[in-house]
């Protein structure tokens, strides 16, 4: 069955209409990621890294995130929802939480590795840095219960793991970043 992204941004608008918690978005992400050649059809071979975006809405944010290959983000926050959907290569999560006492830094708490195919929900809280270990580009749908480039999110830096606010141009260096390693 043939990817329609309209489609998909109608049955993830649907999902939540019905419920605003991240089940049926999941449900809808799960459908879509169980058949990657028709992602990949529809969205195309992954080429470049990039935060595509595909839809956007006080309410709801969908998009297509492409990690180049061996590409790590730093931890960072979300603020909302999200339901994380491989297509085509894989993501290592390492999950982090505030360190006791402290307001500013966090520690590693634990990991998983997503796959194609995988449709994982990450609840509002949830603080993670995401690594493309293999030497492919990894592409997945990404959708968020919100207005993800609206948010008062935090990232917290690489090296000292001090929180800082979120900075999109930062983000979007990155991905600049490891298009110009990758020519």
Request: proline share 6%; net charge negative; aromatic share 10%.
């Amino acid at each position: 069955m043939a990817f329609e992204v309209e489609q998909f941004i109608d049955d993830c608008r649907a999902a939540l209409a019905a419920d605003p918690s991240f089940v049926g978005v999941r449900e809808v992400v799960a459908r879509a990621v169980r058949d990657p050649s028709a992602l990949l059809s529809a969205l195309g071979e992954p080429s470049r890294a990039q935060l595509q975006r595909l839809y956007r809405s006080p309410q709801l944010t969908i998009l297509n995130v492409v990690w180049a290959p061996k590409m790590t983000i730093f931890p960072h926050n979300h603020r909302m929802w999200a339901v994380i959907g491989i297509y085509t290569g894989r993501e290592d999560n390492i999950f982090w939480r505030r360190v006791d006492g402290s307001k500013d830094n966090v520690e590693a708490v634990g990991a998983k590795a997503i796959s194609a195919k995988d449709a994982v929900p990450l609840g509002h809280d949830i603080i993670h840095s995401v690594t493309n270990p293999i030497p492919r580009f990894t592409a997945a749908l990404h959708v968020y219960g919100g207005d993800f480039f609206n948010a008062d999110r935090s990232e917290w830096d690489p090296e000292t793991l001090f929180e800082r606010h979120c900075d999109p141009e930062r983000i979007a260096r990155i991905f600049d970043e490891e298009n110009a390693r990758l020519v």
